[in-house]
């Protein structure tokens, strides 16, 4: 079993940064892709950003340029960090972890961001 643990949300005003972290436990062979995912009120649960075991990114189109996601493979950590925050991102954040040994993606319980206009 695989835990995942969000931490880092909170309320900012617009234009204002945060970095989010979060740290994967429990029985771990190896992980492949971590990401960030966000559901606003109302809406799907969207992709943010992925990261490789290589350290390959990818990126929502909205948040390019402004979010930046890396990653400590000796913690078995991912990062967020959020800069230039606007109200519409506004969300739930939840980190994930792809476990190819297991063939099973993991997720964490979410943390919240509020930026404030």
């Known amino acids: 079993q695989v835990q995942l643990v969000e931490s880092g949300g909170g309320l900012v005003q617009a234009g204002g940064s945060l970095r989010l972290s979060c740290t994967a436990s429990g029985s771990i062979f190896s992980i492949n892709d971590m990401g960030w995912y966000r559901q606003a009120p109302g809406k799907q649960r969207e992709l943010v950003a992925t990261i490789t075991s290589g350290g390959s990114t990818n990126y929502e189109e909205s948040v390019k340029g402004r979010f930046t996601i890396s990653r400590d493979n000796a913690k078995n950590t991912v990062y967020l960090q959020m800069n230039s925050l606007k109200p519409e991102d506004t969300a739930v954040y939840y980190c994930?972890?792809?476990?190819?040994?297991?063939?099973?993606?993991?997720w964490g319980q979410g943390t919240q961001v509020t930026v404030s206009s």
């Open positions: 994930n972890a792809f476990i190819s040994a297991v063939e099973y993606t993991y």
